[in-house]
């Protein structure tokens, strides 16, 4: 399974950037599907994570209201749209596969597949 996160880019603040994150090498069906950032001298926090195949979907308390996860299932991929980006969302962002059952994943361990990350700077 390989993962493979794009979309990245430079705004001001208030601006917009959707990040695509494309699963190949399995079918993308019940897969939970998560996004992590780390920003410069911090640790990798969660970002949201859905149920490729439900419509639940969780979102950390600094993005919610202004982050969006969907899927297109026929093209293996999930997408972030962040709006309202602030300095602070300035990040390497990252999307991870769990292919097992259980809970819904926030854990960076409780993922087994990563991507290679994606840069977003959002100046002020």
């Known amino acids: 399974v390989q993962l493979q996160a794009s979309g990245g880019g430079s705004v001001q603040a208030g601006g917009s950037l959707r990040l695509s994150c494309a699963v190949s090498?399995?079918?993308?069906?019940?897969?939970?599907m998560g996004w992590f950032r780390q920003a410069p001298g911090k640790d990798r926090e969660f970002v949201g994570a859905?149920?490729?195949?439900?419509?639940?979907?969780y979102y950390a308390d600094s993005v919610k209201g202004r982050c969006t996860m969907s899927r297109d299932i026929a093209a293996n991929t999930v997408y972030l749209q962040m709006n309202s980006l602030k300095p602070e969302d300035t990040a390497v962002y990252y999307c991870?596969?769990?292919?097992?059952?259980?809970?819904?994943?926030?854990?960076?361990?409780?993922?087994?597949?990563w991507g290679r990350g994606t840069q977003v700077t959002v100046s002020s």
């Open positions: 991870a596969a769990r292919l097992r059952p259980g809970s819904f994943p926030r854990a960076q361990s409780e993922y087994d597949y």
């Open positions: 090498g399995r079918t993308f069906t019940n897969y939970f």
């Open positions: 859905t149920r490729v195949s439900g419509s639940i979907t």
